[in-house]
C-alpha cells in the first residue's frame, strides 16, 4: 500500500502540536491556517504601525515641551527688561548716566534672549529661530498625521532688537514681545493636549488591534490539550487494530502452510 500509514501521520501532527505548545501559537505557517494568516499579518502591520505612530507621538511632546520651557525662560527676560524700562522711565530721579547703566543689563538680557532663540533645538532642529516654522507628525499606522508648530522668538521677530533706554523708548514694545511669546506658548500648549489625546486613542487601538491578532494567533492551551489526548486515544486504537489485523494474519498463513 502507498501513502502515509496512520501511525507516521500521527508522529507529523504530533510533532507540530509540541511546536505549537512551545511557541505558544496556533498558526505557526500558513497550512496551520490559510485565511487566519492573513488577517494576521494585516493586523500585524496595523498594530506595529499604530505603535509607530504613537512614539512619534510621544517624541513630538518632549520636542514641544523644550520649546515650551525655553519661552518660559525668554518670558522671564522679558519681565525683567519691562521692570528696567519702568525704572529708566521715571525721569525725576534716573541720570543719563543711570539710564545707561540699567541699559548695559538690558543688553545681557537681549543676548540671554538671542542665545536662547538660536541654541534651543531637538534633534539638531532649532525649535525658535523660525527656521523651522511647521513641523509634520506622524500619528496613525499608515503615516498620516498632524502639524504642529512653534514660535519664532529672536529679537527681531519679537520687535525689541534696538530696544533702547538710553533713548526714546515704548515700553508697549516689550509688552507685545511678552503677548506674542505667551501666545506662541499657548498654541504650544493646545497642539500638546492634542498630541495627547491622538496618544491615548492610538494607544487604545493598539491593545485592541493586539487582542484581535492574539484571539486568532494564540493557543488555545486547554482545548489543544484535549485535542491532542484524543489523538492519543486513537493512535492507541489504531495500532491496537494493526496489531489486531496482524495477529489475524499470521494466524491465516499458520493455518494455510501448517
Known sequence: ???ISPISSYSYSSYSDYGKFASGKAIQSAADGP?????I???????????AGSKNIATTKDM??????AAAGITDYLQRIRELAVQASNTAVMSDSDRESIQMEVEQLKQGISDIAKQTNFNTKPLLDGSNSEFNVATD??????????????????????FDVTGDFDISDIDKALDKVTSGRSKIGA?????????????NARLNTLA???????????????????????????????????????????????
Open 1 to 3: 500500500m502507498s501513502g
Open 141 to 162: 499606522s499608515n503615516g498620516n498625521g498632524t502639524k504642529v508648530n512653534t514660535t519664532d522668538a529672536t529679537l527681531q521677530a519679537l520687535g525689541i532688537e534696538d
Open 212 to 258: 484581535s491578532k492574539s484571539r486568532l494567533e494564540d493557543l488555545d492551551i486547554p482545548q489543544a490539550i484535549s485535542d491532542m489526548k484524543k489523538k492519543q486515544l486513537l493512535q492507541e486504537y489504531s495500532m491496537n487494530m494493526q496489531r489486531t489485523l496482524m495477529d489475524n494474519q499470521a494466524n491465516l498463513m499458520r493455518k494455510f502452510f501448517f
Open 64 to 69: 514641544l515641551n523644550i520649546a515650551d520651557g
Open 191 to 203: 497642539q500638546t493636549n492634542a498630541l495627547e489625546y491622538a496618544y491615548n486613542y492610538g494607544t
Open 41 to 51: 499579518q494585516k493586523l500585524d502591520t496595523q498594530s506595529r504601525g499604530l505603535d
Open 35 to 39: 485565511a487566519e494568516l492573513s488577517i
